[in-house]
């Protein structure tokens, strides 16, 4: 960059209307942010950084070359030079401001998020959609998969999470995941939800019934308010419980992760035993907005309560009996409280938050009583 605009000054210098090679530098940034409109527009997110840094401190020196030049060119007998390039350079330099304005235009009213990232898997009769909970990927489903090789299967990363797009200034409250996850549900799917997934996929199935035929929940969040909420999801472990309590801590640490996530990624399977390696190595793919909004938004703020009195389809939901998180007379009381009744609860002996990844057999068996109808607790 330095070198390039060295060489410009040099052939300015020497009286050319203007530097060549400063030309084709201003229309390579107006084609990038112009590139970098149609992204932002297509994915919703901004250019790599880099990129975007780069291009935007070149386009700045480049103005303030045109604006030194002017400015040394009064008084002088290169006057007329640069008199004779001043169109040329306005009509460079306003391209390239041009793009710019795009470009920010599109960040700042792009239409919505990128669709999300799915791992998918063909299969007869109706699919099977995935959704994890915070702080995870689809990867977490990934010894429940394979047991259903023939079947379609379809696994998320919600919003903000795993290799999904992680926009800024999405809201990830519950609305704003369902949004993002409805378009990625085909109609009349088996929606198997854990945790923070389970309120999602809730709100998907009330307010898009016909894309859910009927769901298994997992350790949903029945929390009976937003104070029992901050004590019980401290057990998820230090950021959940720094982001509930100490915003400014957690806000720290997370901000860390970012900066160093491929160490935080290698490090992650050493301090979270508790699950499988690609399920702590996942546990880092978010940012900071992604996991305090949906933390406060989707688990701390909202009550599940009004959407499962709203289900009309076929509810299965699992807790473990030993479950921190999500105790399981929280869950009982949210489900006599919206009518559903105890039949939909099956609590899992010695089950800690994940029974999941603890007995992968005991997800898929409760798939295949919400999928088979009339074999199931429905509404």
Request: hydrophobic share 50%; charged share 15%; aromatic share 4%.
């Amino acid at each position: 960059m330095v070198v390039d605009v060295g060489l410009s000054r040099i052939v300015w210098g020497h009286g050319a209307s203007m530097g060549g090679l400063a030309h084709v530098v201003l229309v390579a940034v107006t084609v990038v942010f112009a590139l970098g409109t149609l992204y932002a527009w297509r994915t919703g997110q901004p250019m790599p950084l880099p990129v975007l840094c780069v291009s935007g401190i070149l386009l700045m020196a480049l103005v303030a070359d045109v604006l030194s030049l002017a400015v040394a060119g009064r008084g002088t007998g290169t006057s007329a030079v640069h008199a004779a390039s001043a169109g040329t350079a306005l009509t460079l330099l306003t391209a390239a401001a041009a793009s710019v304005a795009l470009y920010l235009l599109a960040l700042r009213h792009r239409s919505g998020p990128a669709p999300l990232h799915t791992d998918e898997t063909g299969g007869r009769g109706s699919a099977i959609v995935f959704v994890h909970g915070l702080g995870a990927s689809g990867r977490y489903w990934a010894a429940v998969v394979p047991r259903l090789a023939n079947r379609r299967t379809v696994a998320v990363d919600l919003l903000g999470f795993g290799r999904s797009p992680k926009p800024r200034r999405a809201s990830y409250d519950v609305d704003c995941h369902t949004d993002a996850l409805a378009p990625h549900v085909p109609g009349g799917s088996i929606v198997v939800a854990h945790s923070v997934g389970a309120s999602v996929a809730l709100r998907l199935a009330t307010h898009h019934p016909g894309r859910v035929a009927g769901l298994v929940l997992i350790a949903p969040p029945a929390h009976a308010d937003a104070e029992a909420a901050r004590d019980q999801i401290s057990e998820l472990g230090t950021l959940a419980r720094l982001t509930a309590r100490d915003r400014l801590a957690a806000m720290t640490m997370c901000g860390l992760m970012c900066m160093l996530r491929p160490f935080a990624a290698a490090v992650a399977p050493l301090v979270r035993r508790d699950v499988p390696s690609h399920v702590a190595m996942d546990g880092v793919l978010h940012t900071w907005p992604s996991y305090s909004r949906t933390l406060q938004r989707v688990v701390i703020d909202h009550r599940i309560d009004d959407d499962l009195a709203m289900l009309g389809v076929p509810l299965l939901v699992l807790a473990g009996s030993d479950d921190p998180v999500t105790p399981v007379p929280d869950i009982r009381d949210a489900l006599g409280r919206s009518g559903a009744g105890p039949e939909a609860l099956r609590v899992i002996g010695g089950g800690g938050h994940h029974p999941t990844l603890q007995e992968p057999s005991l997800v898929t068996a409760a798939m295949e009583v919400v999928a088979t109808a009339g074999a199931g607790p429905s509404r």
